[in-house]
């Protein structure tokens, strides 16, 4: 009687071996012969503890706060000083002189730039040292007026009008406008030649102001720029 056939296990389906750990080693548990060994598992790295940032204290805060403050108002107190010395400054009008283009108390803003890019033109307001003859306040340094002859013209007055002769009018004799329509010229100009880097100026209220026609020309290195801008009273800022 032929037995059944007994089961026959596949080499390759054999469980696979499992070992006891040595006592030697120190180990209690099991592994499979397959696995990596405790000597080659990844180790983990031990963690790290970020420290909190150091918060400086008021003190030192308060003190950073002040220097640098103390830095920007530096820096800009420097810049205020060259842009009053080399670029704009403001001018407080004293006197009835250019009236009615500009009043007393009115705040003028002056160009000191301009004239070192371009030539001075004949309309042009302009501020410059106060005169050696000028009989002004000793408290005032500088005073304001309309150029109105330039060099190398002769320059003279007929009637109440102004006229000037010379290169910058083809030598032919011309009428100067008044500034303010129906402005009086008062106290009449004598016939001047006016030399180079000199000017002649006179004030738009003409019947009363001292201006070239008491203390003579004005040297362009006296000239401290042209007035650009009234910018007092609000109510009556304007360019020029």
Same mark, same amino acid.
């Given at each position: 009687m032929d037995s059944e056939p007994s089961e026959v296990a596949d080499p390759w389906q054999r469980e696979t071996p499992r070992f006891a750990a040595s006592a030697g080693s120190g180990g209690t548990g099991v592994w499979d012969i397959g696995a990596p060994t405790p000597a080659s598992a990844p180790a983990e790295e031990p963690k790290r503890t970020e420290q909190p940032p150091q918060r400086a204290s008021g003190g030192s805060r308060r003190w950073r706060w002040v220097v640098e403050w103390a830095m920007v108002l530096a820096v800009a107190l420097a810049v205020a000083l060259v842009v009053r010395a080399f670029v704009i400054q403001t001018f407080f009008i004293p006197s009835q002189s250019m009236e009615p283009t500009l009043?007393?108390?009115?705040?003028?803003?002056?160009?000191?730039?301009?004239?070192?890019?371009?030539?001075?033109?004949?309309?042009?307001?302009?501020?410059?040292?106060?005169?050696?003859?000028?009989?002004?306040?000793?408290?005032?340094?500088?005073?304001?007026?309309?150029?109105?002859?330039?060099?190398?013209?002769?320059?003279?007055? @007929?009637?109440?009008?102004?006229? %000037?002769?010379?290169? *910058?009018?083809?030598?032919? /004799? #011309?009428?100067?406008?008044? =500034? !303010?329509?129906?402005?009086?010229?008062?106290?009449?100009?004598?016939?001047?030649?006016?030399?180079?880097?000199?000017?002649?100026?006179?004030?738009?209220?003409?019947?009363?102001?001292?201006? @070239?026609?008491?203390?003579?020309? %004005?040297?362009?290195? *006296?000239?401290?720029?042209? /007035? #650009?801008?009234?910018?007092? =009273? !609000?109510?009556?800022?304007?360019?020029?």
């Amino acid at each position: 009687m032929d037995s059944e056939p007994s089961e026959v296990a596949d080499p390759w389906q054999r469980e696979t071996p499992r070992f006891a750990a040595s006592a030697g080693s120190g180990g209690t548990g099991v592994w499979d012969i397959g696995a990596p060994t405790p000597a080659s598992a990844p180790a983990e790295e031990p963690k790290r503890t970020e420290q909190p940032p150091q918060r400086a204290s008021g003190g030192s805060r308060r003190w950073r706060w002040v220097v640098e403050w103390a830095m920007v108002l530096a820096v800009a107190l420097a810049v205020a000083l060259v842009v009053r010395a080399f670029v704009i400054q403001t001018f407080f009008i004293p006197s009835q002189s250019m009236e009615p283009t500009l009043m007393v108390g009115d705040r003028i803003l002056v160009d000191k730039l301009s004239y070192h890019l371009h030539a001075v033109h004949r309309g042009d307001i302009i501020v410059f040292g106060r005169p050696p003859g000028e009989p002004a306040s000793s408290n005032i340094q500088d005073l304001v007026k309309r150029v109105v002859g330039l060099p190398q013209e002769t320059i003279w007055s @007929s009637n109440g009008n102004v006229y %000037v002769q010379g290169p *910058d009018t083809g030598n032919n /004799v #011309v009428l100067v406008p008044e =500034p !303010v329509p129906g402005t009086q010229l008062g106290p009449p100009i004598r016939r001047t030649f006016i030399p180079a880097n000199e000017f002649y100026v006179l004030g738009d209220n003409r019947t009363d102001s001292d201006d @070239s026609r008491y203390f003579g020309l %004005v040297p362009r290195s *006296d000239i401290v720029g042209r /007035v #650009v801008m009234r910018i007092w =009273p !609000v109510s009556s800022i304007r360019f020029f």
